[in-house]
């Protein structure tokens, strides 16, 4: 591996690390504008490939999408002082186990990754009345999720893990086609010498009354979603339509695994 290419990947890791798993604030805090967003992002991640991502501590990632997070796409801990607590999910438990699980922690208390999204991304989302607890923010996620049904819609699709590649686009059309929208695929871009990416990530949006929408605007309105990072996964970008893409099923290497990374956490 070439120095700039490892250097890279410490600095994904590093990323994966402060920004979405864990509670320290390395963006500015927005206290000082109006917690006004547009969109909700529901995030799917690919367990196999965010453990690739991360060689931490994943065993046995699930093979299905399990949810990320319900992300507003505009602020970022809107209230410091209301605390997560998993008293008020409690009845929402196996849920949440099954499909919302912290996937590269996953001998580490599971309540850890629910604090930090609700901290970073519920306190904001909690603006709009269906979502202003935490019983209803998580709920809700859940029910999305369930709507959106990826799983059930992939698999019928013909749309499988293993070790074909797929075009992207075409994985792109199906999904446009069924929803009648497109989502945001995420991908880690290919490795050196490599000509496939690998699917890490699938977000739906929707609106403020919790419907399907694109996630790009519509034409002749500027974007300025993400200026602030506020949810971007270094490591995973936009997919790159003209190249196939992998969607593995089994972590096949640990090529990525740093060990700094555990030093890190140390
Ligand atoms: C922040 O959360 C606390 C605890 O739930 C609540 O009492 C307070 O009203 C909230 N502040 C804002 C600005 O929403
Ligand atoms: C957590 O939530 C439970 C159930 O709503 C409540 O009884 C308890 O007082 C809360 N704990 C804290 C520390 O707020
Ligand atoms: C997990 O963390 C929560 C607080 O976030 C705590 O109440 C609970 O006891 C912890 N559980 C374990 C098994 O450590
Ligand atoms: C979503 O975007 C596509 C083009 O990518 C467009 O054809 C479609 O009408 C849009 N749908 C909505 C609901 O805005
Ligand atoms: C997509 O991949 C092709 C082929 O490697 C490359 O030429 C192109 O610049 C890439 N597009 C983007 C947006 O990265």
Known sequence: ?????????????????????CTSDQFPQSDSHPHTWKKLYLAHHWPVT????????????????????????????????????????????????????????????????????????????????????????FSKTLELYQLVNLNGFLLKAGIKPGSTYYQMAAIKEVLTEFYGITPKIQCLPPEEGEEAQTLGQIEFCFTKELELRNCTEPKGESSRMHTNLQHVTEELSVCNDTL?????????????SLKSLKNFFN
């Open 244 to 256: 196939p893409v992998y969607y593995p099923s089994q972590v096949k290497d640990r090529k990525w």
């Open 1 to 21: 591996m070439k120095p700039a290419k490892l250097h890279y990947w410490i600095l994904g890791c590093f990323s994966i690390v402060s920004c979405c798993w």
């Open 50 to 137: 965010v453990c690739k991502m991360s060689a931490n501590d994943c065993q046995d990632p699930p093979e299905y999408w399990t949810i990320h997070g319900l992300w507003p796409d505009k602020g970022e801990e809107c209230n410091r002082t209301w605390h997560f607590n998993v008293t008020e999910i409690k009845d929402l438990m196996s849920d949440m186990r099954r499909y919302w699980p912290d996937v590269i922690h996953s001998s580490l208390n599971r309540t850890q990754f629910w604090k930090h999204e609700w901290e970073k991304h519920g306190t904001c989302a909690a603006t709009l009345p269906i979502l202003d607890s935490q019983k209803k923010y």
